[in-house]
């Protein structure tokens, strides 16, 4: 059982560039949502959704979208990256709406932007 | 904004002692709830305690609530190298649905 995937593991990119971030749960999980993780901090909420064509922002949205088709795929996009943007980013899943359920996370994107 | 804070930051323990992080907030919540992170890795869920719950045991683990103090601990008993990771205390308020997560405890277990 795979549960949330998320693809590249690694990725650098130049300023300006724009990239999106894969993230995939097989669980059927209508509740999934973005974060990113630096160091010395918690993990800031960027957009979430709460099931297929619903998607909403959360704490830090800014220079990233994102869009939900389809139950299963939940990809995040940078516009143009910056350097602040630098991170470690993480998809998790759950099964109820955010907070009310246990989240499943995937490996998480490394990703620098120079 | 967070609103949970581990305390310590870190902490250095030898295997086979006992390892206690503590989680403060400051809203009522719904739930609280402890993740696991292993070096590079994503977060592992561990335990969730609802507000009207005030211990809950899963294997080594044991997790308190104080809804007057506002505060929980996790104690891991008898840690083992394996133990060694950061752990992270996320609160759902009642305000909204998401989790609200704290900076982190490092734990490392020396042999």
């Known amino acids: 059982n795979a549960g949330v995937t998320q693809t590249p593991k690694f990725q650098v990119l130049k300023t300006g560039q724009s990239m999106t971030l894969q993230c995939a749960q097989d669980?059927?999980?209508?509740?999934m949502s973005w974060y990113r993780q630096d160091p010395g901090m918690g993990l800031r909420l960027i957009h979430y959704?709460?099931?297929?064509?619903?998607?909403d922002q959360g704490e830090v949205p800014n220079g990233y979208n994102v869009s939900r088709s389809t139950t299963e795929d939940f990809p995040l996009r940078l516009l143009s990256a910056a350097p602040s943007q630098t991170s470690v980013y993480f998809c998790a899943s759950s099964n109820q709406q955010g907070a009310m359920d246990i989240q499943y996370f995937g490996a998480g994107t490394r990703l620098s932007v120079l | 904004s967070q609103q949970g804070e581990e305390d310590p930051q870190a902490l250095s323990i030898q295997e086979g002692e006992n390892a206690t992080m503590n989680c403060s907030y400051k809203?009522?919540?719904?739930?609280l709830q402890w993740y696991r992170q292993n070096s590079g890795r994503g977060l592992v869920h561990l335990i969730l305690?609802?507000?009207n719950e005030r211990e809950k045991h899963s294997g080594r683990l044991r997790v308190t609530l104080d809804t007057s103090k506002k505060s929980s601990s996790l104690l891991i008993t008898a840690s083992r190298a394996a133990d060694t990771a950061s752990y992270f205390c996320?609160?759902?308020?009642?305000?909204?649905?998401?989790?609200?997560w704290g900076a982190g405890t490092k734990l490392i277990i020396k042999p």
């Open positions: 959704s709460v099931g297929a064509g619903i998607t």
């Open positions: 305690i609802r507000s």
């Open positions: 809203t009522s919540i719904n739930n």
């Open positions: 996320a609160t759902a308020p009642h305000s909204n649905y998401q989790l609200i």
């Open positions: 669980m059927n999980h209508e509740y």
